[in-house]
Structures are given as C-alpha cells and as structure tokens.
C-alpha cells in the first residue's frame, strides 16, 4: 500500500506534468489504469486520498451517461433530425421535446412516453401532425440505441439544457421566431383574420377583469375558445398547448407583451 500511495503522490502527478506538456488533454483518461494497480484499483485509492469516498466512481457514471447522450445525438442527427428540428417541421421540434413528453400521457413519464413514441409511433399522434413518423425504429435499432435517443432528447429536448441559461426565464427572442413562424399569418400589423398583433398585450390587460394580460395571453393562446374577441371568429387552431413547450409558451407571451 505504501509503495502505491507514493506512486500517486509522486509519481501520477509527474506522469500528468509531462501528459500536460504534451497539450493534448484527450491523453489523460487513459492515465487512470496505471501499470502497477490491478484495473478498478484505482478508483477506490484515489477516493480514500481525497475527500469522500465516493467521487471517482460518480465521474465515471457521468461519464458513461455523456457517452450515451452523445451516442444518441449522432443517430438523431442521422436519423431523426430532417423531421425534428430546432422548430416544427414535418415533426414536433426537438426544442421542449422532453418537456412536453413529461405532460404528453396521464401517468407515464417523459422517457417511457419518448419509447414509445420511437418504437410504436401511431400509439400516439401529437395533435396537428400526421401520422407518418417511420415504424420500423423498434426493430432496426438495438435497446441501447432507443435508450441513447431518449436520453438525447432528455438532455437537448429539455427547455433548461437547451436554452443553456436560466431554465425557464422566458426568452421574447424564441417567442419572436415562434411567433413569426405559427402566429402572423393571422396576427399581422393591422387587424386581418385575426386581431393586429400591435397593442396585443395592452389590449390582453383588459379582456377579462380580474385576469392579467400574461393570464389572458397565456389561455388566449392554449384554449382561444375560451374568450372569442368580439368581430372574429372562432378559427384560431386549438392545438398549441400541446404542440408548445411552457417555456416557449411563456416566451411568445412574454414577446406580445413587448408589442
Ligand atoms: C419522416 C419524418 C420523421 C422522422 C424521420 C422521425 N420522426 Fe418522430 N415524429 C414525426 C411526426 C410527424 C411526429 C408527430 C406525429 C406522431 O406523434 O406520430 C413525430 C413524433 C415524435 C415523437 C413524439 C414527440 C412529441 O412531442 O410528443 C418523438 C419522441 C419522436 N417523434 C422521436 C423521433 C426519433 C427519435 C426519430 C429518429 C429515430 C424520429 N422521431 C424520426 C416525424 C418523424
Ligand atoms: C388561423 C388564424 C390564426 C392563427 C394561425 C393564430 N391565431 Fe390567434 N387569433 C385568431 C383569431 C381569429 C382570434 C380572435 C378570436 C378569438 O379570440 O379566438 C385570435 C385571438 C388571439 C389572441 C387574443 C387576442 C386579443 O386581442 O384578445 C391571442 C393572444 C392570440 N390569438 C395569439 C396567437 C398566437 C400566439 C398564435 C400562434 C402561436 C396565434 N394566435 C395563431 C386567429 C389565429
């Protein structure tokens, strides 16, 4: 035990020295089995030389979780992201996949839901799309392959991962894309089939008393039966509470607010 404690305290440390000099830091996981320790020695020595014994193996789950998520973001990429993109598409976006998973089917979580929305694709057809995702994901691919998308999509498709930032801080820049993509068709700079995006949000603050303009905004948008402004019609599509994540939903609230 002495001799090996004192390779580490010396010796690793050196080895790590000369592996930095060469500037290649890709170099420095393989340092870990070190020739004179039988392999998974290592682990448990250096956790009982620091605090805690517990780190080194929790580096290594993570590890094998980053490995999972960037297994599924290639097969995404090569598979699913022509359809699943940063917006809707031909398919729901990628952006607030795992979020709205979370909500999708009474008392099934957001990766069971994401499973079998690969493997069995017609259980469940989101609500302004068709049906055409491909079937036969269950059988080409292997379980480790389904288990790496979803978790893919639990980290890319989660409104805190993507945005990067503050998890769910509303973001009136997105809410501005969405807006122009799904939106100004019919809410434009002057009354058209839909009330004129222009004043939107002081307008929102006196539709219904006792609500707020967010409130209002935020139900005109999930539920526009709820309130039929007066001189239009009852035409606005229905399905953007579940087509949008909360964050995104926030986000167009919080960009007609600005208008
Ligand atoms: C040809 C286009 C297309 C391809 C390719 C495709 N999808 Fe889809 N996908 C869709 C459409 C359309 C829907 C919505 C209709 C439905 O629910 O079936 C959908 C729905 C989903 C949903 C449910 C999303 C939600 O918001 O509820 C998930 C999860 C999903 N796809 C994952 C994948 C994965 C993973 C791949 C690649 C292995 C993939 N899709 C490939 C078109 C596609
Ligand atoms: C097909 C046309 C159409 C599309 C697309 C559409 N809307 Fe509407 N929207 C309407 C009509 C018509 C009304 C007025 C009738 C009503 O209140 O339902 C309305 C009302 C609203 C109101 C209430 C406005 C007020 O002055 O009280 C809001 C807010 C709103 N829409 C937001 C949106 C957002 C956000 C989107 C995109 C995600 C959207 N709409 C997409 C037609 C549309």
Not at 122 to 143: N, R
Request: with cysteine.
């Amino acid at each position: 035990m002495g001799k090996r404690l004192w390779f580490f305290l010396v010796a690793a440390p050196v080895l790590g020295l000369l592996v930095g000099a060469c500037g290649s830091g890709e170099l420095a996981p393989e340092l870990t089995p070190i020739p004179t320790l039988a392999p998974g020695e290592t682990p448990a020595l250096v956790g009982a030389l620091t605090e805690g014994a517990t780190p080194a193996t929790e580096e290594a789950l993570e590890g094998e979780e980053t490995d999972l998520v960037a297994a599924g973001e290639a097969l995404f990429e090569q598979a699913c992201a022509g359809c699943h993109g940063a917006q809707d598409g031909a398919g729901p976006a990628l952006t607030g996949m795992a979020d709205r998973a979370e909500t999708r089917v009474e008392g099934m979580s957001a990766e069971e839901y994401l499973h079998e929305s690969i493997v069995d694709p017609s259980a469940h057809v989101v609500e302004g799309f068709q049906d055409i995702m491909p079937k036969q994901y269950g059988e080409q691919y292997t379980d480790d392959q389904i288990e790496s998308l979803i978790a893919y999509i639990m980290h890319a498709g989660s409104s805190g991962v993507a945005a990067g930032e503050e998890a769910a801080a509303p973001d009136p820049e997105l809410g501005a894309e969405l807006f122009a993509a799904n939106c100004a068709g019919c809410h434009g700079a002057q009354d058209g089939a839909g009330p004129a995006l222009p004043g939107m949000g002081e307008r929102a603050a006196t539709r219904v008393e006792g609500m707020s303009a967010e409130e209002y905004l935020h139900e005109s948008i999930v539920d526009p039966s709820a309130h039929v402004v007066e001189g239009f019609q009852d035409i606005m599509p229905k399905g953007y509470g579940d087509r949008f994540s909360d964050h995104e939903l926030d986000s167009i609230v919080a960009y007609i607010l600005e208008q």
